[in-house]
Nanobody, 125 residues
């Protein structure tokens, strides 16, 4: 499975961005997909995930009410819509996927088998 993430960029505080992650090599509907982020000097942290069915979409507390995750099965793509961006959201954002992850919150970074390259999000104050 290969994951291609895109959509990062520079935005002012309060602005919006939409990240995309397209999977190839396997049907995206077979995959739990997630977004993680890593700021300089910090550990990679969970942001959002979406179940195979799309019915479960857990979010980190820090982004609830501002970010949403969705998927388009026809395009094998997952989206992370980010609104109300804050300087503390600045990080490299990584898309991840796994065909076997079971559970309800999908927050464990070690449970994901496939990772895309990061896309950088910079939020200026």
């Amino acid at each position: 499975v290969q994951l291609q993430a895109s959509g990062g960029g520079l935005v002012q505080a309060g602005g919006s961005l939409r990240l995309s992650c397209t999977a190839s090599g396997r049907t995206a509907g077979d995959l739990v997909m997630g977004w993680f982020r890593q700021a300089p000097g910090k550990e990679r942290e969970f942001v959002a995930a979406i179940s195979r069915s799309g019915l479960s979409t857990p979010l980190a507390d820090s982004v609830k009410g501002r970010f949403t995750i969705s998927r388009d099965y026809t395009k094998n793509t997952v989206f992370l819509q980010m609104t109300g961006l804050r300087p503390e959201d600045t990080a490299a954002y990584y898309c991840a996927a796994d065909p076997y992850y079971s559970g309800s919150n999908y927050i464990d970074v070690n449970r994901y088998s496939f990772w895309g390259r990061g896309t950088l999000v910079t939020v200026s104050s």
